[in-house]
């Protein structure tokens, strides 16, 4: 048993902490994202939370969610829950990655090192960015035993992406993932609309060769490199989805881009049955776009996901307290996720059917980046301050 699967093997009870009688600092998701804001000024802010244009593809993310309702059963034996899951044969403590997110050192000094230290501490897997810092090979000197995978945005030719792979591969990363929804970079209005645009676009030479990015650098990265996973990051069609298994893809990666490429797309979940008909047992199949909450999380794992990617939560919580905030964001979805499978009747993922578990239901609330918290009221917040401080 490695570690990942020994921390699976030990992890807490839901009401556990209930009876310790020490608060944590945060008891609820939401006052990470409170501490957040205090700690990010407005324009980091902006660019952690905002979306293209009108923001409709981010906000029907999220309302996607809301949209799905549980179908409870009862009278089930659910005293032990396992909530671990499995990727490209790693054990995961809950079926849950940091996915690539870019500039994360404008939410923490330390940017990604702290993901990759709390993916390693907790047991789930990381995907680093190559637009962020620190180095991929110094998060991989801090990340433990836990999934490593890496994401390229193509700023150079053939050689210059070998020499990213060449990389990867001397420092531990088990899989190597294209980003193809990115051919142009979006119009992020809220950015604009303060006067950043130069602040955020600060790594975009070679921006070109993402525009020629094609199937044939799929297959010829296939080709070159035949035992080394590939996962395509941006799937949004079951086409696009034949055609990656094709190409001998491991992984297809469901998103959007956070709402953040394409205005008026489809929310992330929304897209994933067709998907998951196509991939399933073909291919390792992620996906991310609004996910914030242990019940978002099984909600896509009865709709044929493997693992859940987290992106604006992970900025918010490594803004809220860096690694030790990670860390928390996934003591909390652990709970979260335990108590949502005991309440449904089930005590794995496996066994979840989304023709008997899930229905189409009104939503509540307005669709809103943050409409997962609505106990959390950060208007009149201290702004300006903390590790958003001088970008």
Known sequence: ?????????????????????????????????????RNLNDQVWDYLMGGTETETTMLRNRHALD???????????????????????????????????????????DGAANSGKAAGEFGIAHMLSSLTAPTLEEVAAVSGDNLRMFQLYTRGDADWIEGYIERIKDHGYSAFCLTVDSAYYSRRERVLAR?????????VDGFVYQTRLNWDDVKRIKDTHPDLPLIIKGIA?????????????????VSNHGGRQLDHGRGAIDTLPEIAAVAKGKAALMIDGGFCRGSDIVKAMAMGADAVGLG???????????????????????????????????TSFAELDAKALLRRAPAVTSPAALGAFPLLDIEGEVTGGGYGQGY
Do not use: W
Request: hydrophobic share 45%.
């Open 1 to 37: 048993m490695n570690a990942p699967a020994k921390r699976a093997a030990a992890a807490p009870h839901p009401q556990r902490e209930l009876r310790q009688g020490n608060r944590p600092e945060f008891m609820t998701i939401h006052e990470l994202v409170k501490k957040a804001r």
């Open 67 to 109: 949209t799905i309702a549980f179908r409870p059963r009862v009278l089930h034996d659910v005293s032990a829950i396992d909530a671990s899951g499995t990727l490209f044969g790693h054990s995961l403590r809950i079926p849950v990655l940091f996915a690539p997110v870019g500039q994360m050192e404008r939410f923490h000094p």
């Open 195 to 203: 006067g950043h645009v130069t602040t955020f676009r600060s790594r």
């Open 237 to 253: 069609t079951a086409e696009d989805t034949e055609i990656a298994l094709e190409h001998g893809v491991a992984g297809i990666y």
């Open 312 to 346: 604006k939560m992970q900025g918010l919580a490594m803004a809220a307290d860096g690694t030790a905030g990670l860390v928390r964001l996934l003591e909390l979805l652990e709970k979260e996720i335990l108590t949502c499978l005991g309440l449904i009747g089930a």
